[in-house]
């Protein structure tokens, strides 16, 4: 398909101002790495160029090394590709609320990073009854939103731009194996101030962890998202890392050989961000994609939030 990315030199910016204050007033002012949603959102203007949601995905798919999949779980799963484009929501999930406020700002294409309908292949024939799926379903079809994941096709880059934006987030970049970026030496630290400053760059009140407070850590490697078994316990066997730190694990899996290893002797320790917190800054990351690309499309990045709460 024709790739139309160039920018326009007949931007109106009376209309350009509109639209970057409302972005504002939605973002709070906040970093770019941590942006939260207010409920008043501002609609989007009309833009002075259009695209289809094909143009949008076959750019990002032109990019990636290996190119399109034939078997992939990155496909609609609401809407038309021959769509056109009056906004993008960027996010980690395309939850209800999600929804609600991009139909408030008058965008119609929502770019998820996970799955929409509760499992990784977003099968939903075990779903057809289900009252919540249904709710879901219709609210994307009455109100004519696509919805698109980018998990695999995003991952396949290199280097990896989630894993990516989590070291900037993190302010870790300088501390980055060249040839393996998640792979890192820090300046040693114990654990518990490890822990502490994690939480406060992520905005997460707690983590899951798995080591003593005050071991020394200074080797780190990180698998944002559910990276599974065979990384997470592959790679701390291969790289012997101080601390092993993942978005989300099989508690019977990973967990236990990270227990069982420290029984044997082995410093290795485990922290658990949380899947959001551990993969929100790539959803960040393709909103500047978007806005570089296609700089003529109103595009925002909605956080999906934590789905789970601590007492």
């Not at 990636?64 to 993008?88: F, H, M, N, W, Y």
């Not at 709710?135 to 109100?143: E, F, G, N, V």
């Not at 400053?197 to 798995?210: A, E, H, P, T």
């Not at 002797?265 to 994609?289: D, R």
Request: charged share 20%.
């Amino acid at each position: 398909m024709k790739d139309s990315t160039k920018k326009l030199s007949g931007t109106n910016p009376q209309s350009r101002r509109h639209f970057i204050g409302g972005i504002a007033a939605i973002a709070g002012g906040q970093a770019l790495m941590s942006i939260p949603f207010i409920s008043k959102a501002i609609p989007f203007t009309a833009a002075f160029e259009t695209y289809t949601v094909a143009q949008v995905m076959d750019k990002f798919i032109s990019e990636v090394p290996g190119g399109r999949e034939k078997d992939t779980v990155d496909t609609l799963k609401s809407g038309s590709a021959d769509s056109q484009i009056t906004g993008i929501v960027t996010t980690m999930f395309a939850t209800i609320e999600v929804i609600r406020k991009t139909i408030s700002l008058g965008a119609n294409f929502i770019i998820a990073h996970e799955p929409t309908f509760y499992n990784h292949e977003d099968d939903v024939s075990w779903l057809k009854d289900n009252p919540v799926y249904q709710y879901k379903a219709d609210l994307l079809k009455q109100h004519n939103i696509t919805v698109w994941r980018n998990h695999n096709y995003i991952h396949n880059m290199v280097p990896d731009p989630v894993t990516m934006a989590l070291l900037v987030q993190l302010g870790w970049t300088k501390y980055a194996d060249k040839a393996l970026p998640n792979l890192l030496t820090l300046p040693a630290l114990s654990l518990k101030d490890l822990i502490g400053y994690i939480k406060q760059k992520l905005s997460v009140d707690r983590v899951r962890y798995i080591g003593d407070p005050l071991q020394s850590c200074s080797r780190l490697l990180i698998e944002p998202g559910g990276a599974g078994r065979f990384k997470q316990v592959g790679g701390a066997a291969l790289y012997h890392p101080d601390v092993l730190i993942c978005g989300e694990l099989q508690e019977w899996e990973t967990a236990e050989y990270v227990r069982d290893a420290r029984a044997k002797g082995e410093n290795l320790a485990l922290i658990i961000l949380g899947h959001i917190a551990s993969e929100e800054a790539g959803s960040v990351f393709m909103l500047n994609w978007l806005k570089d690309r296609f700089p003529s499309i109103k595009s925002v990045h909605i956080p999906a939030g934590n789905s789970l709460s601590f007492l």
